[in-house]
């Protein structure tokens, strides 16, 4: 990468590091801000097991069962493998995007949708963001030092391969468009405003905040990641019951990705 880029990426993830640690000490770590602890807006989510189990396999089946109805769609048309890639992953997000809806329309009644209020969110969103950067970069290098240290591989994510080596605006576009906008849009109504919003009442607040966290981390199936992006639900579950809207966790999910995929543009190797 050429020195001017390099020394860019560098300068920005810092700044964005050191913005994040000035939030991270104002809003949760200082002597203020720990004696403050306004009643979290978040409402609970009062519905029986059998209706959130429902909502679970709805979108569970929606995201297995397009996927495979793409597949023979995406041989008839002799699609590339990258382009083929991109379709599967499209259907997976659409199909439990799909399935959310089918619960939605289905059972508004007894399970109100949660508040979007998305002008509302994009300062909270974005402060967010910055609060986990530090969080994420920390947790990251501690936790491929273990993953080395135990001889275990430390590869990159698929994505990183997929940006490096496409040539096609049209398909970068649409990757792009399902990182930045539909992966934070689906998997924040299923990790946060679903399984978190449900277990927040009903188990030990760490447990809470970890198992949504820890599906998050599973769902990306990428071992150097895992930690990193437990945190990063975490801090996402966290902003959501902060501002009881999930509009928040979606800001801040989709500026996470679209950082990550700018990282990858300048920076492959760091990413």
């Not at 000490?25 to 429902?54: E, G, I, K, N, V």
């Not at 927040?200 to 990193?228: E, G, I, K, M, V």
């Not at 979606?250 to 300048?266: E, G, K, Q, T």
Request: aromatic content about 10%.
């Amino acid at each position: 990468m050429p020195a001017p880029l390099s020394v860019f990426a560098t300068a920005l993830e810092l700044t964005l590091v050191f913005a994040g640690l000035v939030l991270l000490w104002r809003l949760a770590l200082s002597p203020a801000a720990r004696a403050h602890h306004p009643p979290a807006p978040l409402a609970p989510w009062d519905t029986p097991p059998s209706d959130f189990f429902l909502f679970l396999w709805l979108a569970i089946c929606g995201g297995l069962v397009l996927p495979v109805v793409a597949q023979p769609a995406a041989r008839a048309l002799a699609l590339d493998a990258q382009t083929k890639l991109i379709l599967v992953n499209a259907a997976f997000q659409g199909g439990m995007l799909a399935g959310i809806a089918v619960y939605q329309v289905c059972f508004h009644r007894r399970a109100p949708r949660p508040p979007l209020a998305l002008g509302s969110a994009l300062l909270p969103g974005a402060a967010a963001f910055l609060l986990s950067l530090p969080l994420v970069v920390l947790v990251g290098l501690a936790w491929t030092g273990l993953l080395k240290l135990c001889g275990l591989p430390v590869e990159p994510q698929d994505a990183v391969g997929f940006f490096t080596r496409t040539q096609s605006p049209v398909l970068i576009t649409a990757m792009i468009a399902l990182a930045a906008i539909i992966a934070p849009i689906t998997e924040e109504l299923i990790f946060r405003a679903g399984i978190f919003r449900y277990a927040r009442t009903r188990l030990p607040r760490w447990a809470a905040l970890l198992l949504p966290a820890c599906l998050f981390a599973a769902l990306h199936n990428h071992l150097a990641s895992f930690a990193p992006l437990v945190v990063l639900g975490i801090v996402f579950s966290l902003a959501y019951e902060r501002t009881g809207r999930i509009a928040t966790a979606m800001v801040a999910h989709a500026l996470f990705n679209s950082y990550s995929v700018l990282r990858i543009f300048i920076d492959p190797p760091a990413s």
